[in-house]
T-cell receptor
């Protein structure tokens, strides 16, 4: 079973920051949090991952709470092309256990 | 970097035939590749883990004689769906785990859509 829970869907206005929450209250100390997204009929695209510290790359920022029980993916300036299903995943023994994800719809 | 390709992207076959899907890591080496299946409006389900030079490890409920996996090199794994039936129609996706770095992120291919008539 997936170790994460996410809201099933979210809307965000184009040009605004999209903040996607994820709960992973049973995460263990050495388990990474990964974020992927899947645009319709395509393979998942890696976005970002982290262990304890906040991370930022050219796509997004990942904010992990100090107790590591939750995290937030931030897309700073959402565009229409960011419409996708976003998966928050706790990697267990090098395996990715996929939950249902959050369907993010960017609206013009 | 970290590009994974799959071929073919789409295949239609008759019931009872076998279909081979290739997964290649184009710009990195991967000792481990993973094969997933995704049905419409569902999440990805791991089918098997493929290690270069050894037998694949299948998830519970996945028939190893039906879904043959070969991982012949550090950049190529193949999945063969043998004697395909309509219920095998699905979106098959592979991923490759990079050797570099301690965290070993998985990178995914674009997927192969299989339709069995």
């Amino acid at each position: 079973d997936a170790k994460t829970t996410q809201p099933p869907s979210m809307d965000c206005a184009e040009g605004r920051a999209a903040n996607l929450p994820c709960n992973h209250s049973t995460i263990s100390g050495n388990e990474y949090v990964y974020w992927y997204r899947q645009i319709h009929s395509q393979g998942p695209q890696y976005i970002i991952h982290g262990l304890k510290n906040n991370e930022t790359n050219e796509m997004a920022s990942l904010i992990i709470t100090e107790d590591r029980k939750s995290s937030t993916l931030i897309l700073p300036h959402a565009t229409l092309r960011d419409t996708a299903v976003y998966y928050c995943i706790v990697r267990v023994n090098y395996q990715l256990i996929w939950g249902a994800g959050t369907k993010l719809i960017i609206k013009p | 970097g970290a590009v994974v390709s799959q071929h073919p992207s789409r295949v239609i076959c008759k019931s009872g035939t076998s279909v081979k899907i290739e997964c290649r890591s184009l710009d990195f080496q991967a000792t481990t590749m993973f094969w997933y299946r995704q049905f419409p409006k569902q999440s990805l389900m791991l089918m098997a883990t493929s290690n270069e030079g050894s037998k694949a490890t299948y998830e519970q409920g996945v028939e190893k004689d039906k879904f043959l996996i070969n991982h012949a090199s550090l950049t190529l794994s193949t999945l063969t769906v043998t004697s395909a039936h309509p219920e095998d129609s699905s979106f098959y996706i592979c991923s490759a785990r990079s050797l570099a770095g301690a965290d070993q992120t998985q990178y995914f291919g674009p997927g192969t859509r299989l339709l069995v008539l």
